[in-house]
């Protein structure tokens, strides 16, 4: 792994990726199960559409390898919290995911070891938090936008607010089949925030609009959601997703940024879309600037 002068994205490779439990309501083991062989070249393909799309967006993509017996580690917008060269790893709410939290921990620390990485903590034990998933740096607005009531629990938000000294509005999910901010929220380099109002309670549908302005809010609808293309990777103007319905495609395109879709069905099985996919590792607030008294 390698950190460039480039976006910093961190993918795990779908070797152990199967659908072999059900811990969101989008999983479906029968379905993987019809053909186990089919879906892992599928997911294979699907995979490396994902890092060549990502490349092609300008993102330099580093490759962990899974890990037997974890088949969401493919998943590493859950393994951590990252800003400004800290990781924070996650603490997962279900217990088939808990066995990724050393792995990635290792990961990391690794990075650490190599000078990629300053800090490398993990969430108090007992306080489940699952990652970048629900913690979504909005670079504009300086602040994480922190999604819990799923699986990332409210007592998380102060931890995260500590850990990276920066603001973090907190956002409650309110659907089982929303379980990640991610699901259901992207933040875009034009500040305008796509989301899906369903997902989220009246307080944290209000906080958007305080927070955004109205004329940065893009709706998603039911079919977009259901799509897994809310779950996007934004790139300076390019937003990689699942394949978009037209009229998203059409109005993102408006707004002036370059969408590309592709084929994740294979992830979408378990529940999982592009970001979910993918962790950013270099990202950077903005330093506060304090006006210099001069001598
Ligand atoms: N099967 C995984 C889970 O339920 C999917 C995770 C998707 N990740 C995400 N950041 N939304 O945990």
Not at 131 to 136: E, N
Not at 189 to 206: D, N, Q, T
Request: with cysteine.
């Amino acid at each position: 792994m390698h950190i460039t002068a480039k976006p910093s994205l961190l993918m795990v490779a779908p070797t152990h990726y199967e659908v072999s439990y059900v811990i969101n309501p989008w999983m479906q083991p029968g379905a993987w199960g019809s053909d186990p062989a089919a879906h892992r070249r599928d997911a294979a393909a699907a995979s490396a559409a994902l890092h060549s799309a990502l490349e092609a967006a300008g993102a330099h993509v580093s490759i962990l390898p899974g890990a037997a017996g974890l088949p969401d580690m493919v998943f590493p917008a859950n393994a951590a919290v990252i800003l400004n060269r800290r990781a924070l790893v996650a603490r997962f709410a279900c217990s088939e995911r808990r066995g990724e939290e050393a792995h990635f921990r290792a990961a990391f620390d690794s990075l650490r070891a190599r000078g990629l990485l300053d800090v490398v903590e993990q969430y108090p034990e007992g306080i489940f938090q699952e990652g970048a998933g629900d913690a979504i740096w909005d670079d504009g607005r300086q602040l994480f936008w922190a999604g819990y009531g799923q699986r990332s629990e409210r007592a998380s938000l102060a931890i995260t607010e500590d850990f990276f000294d920066v603001p973090l509005m907190p956002l409650e999910l309110v659907s089982p089949r929303f379980y990640h901010l991610d699901t259901c929220f992207l933040s875009l380099s034009g500040g305008e925030v796509l989301y899906y109002p369903p997902a989220f309670s009246e307080e944290g549908k209000a906080s958007i609009a305080a927070v955004a302005g109205r004329e940065n809010v893009i709706l998603a609808q039911d079919e977009d959601a259901a799509g897994f293309c809310v779950n996007a990777v934004n790139i300076g103007r390019h937003i990689v997703m699942a394949r978009p319905p037209q009229r998203l495609r059409d109005e993102l395109t408006e707004r002036g940024y370059v969408v590309t879709g592709v084929d994740l069905d294979p992830f979408i099985l378990s529940g999982g879309g592009a970001y979910c996919m993918t962790l950013r590792l270099d990202r950077e607030s903005k330093p506060l600037v304090v006006e210099a008294a001069a001598e």
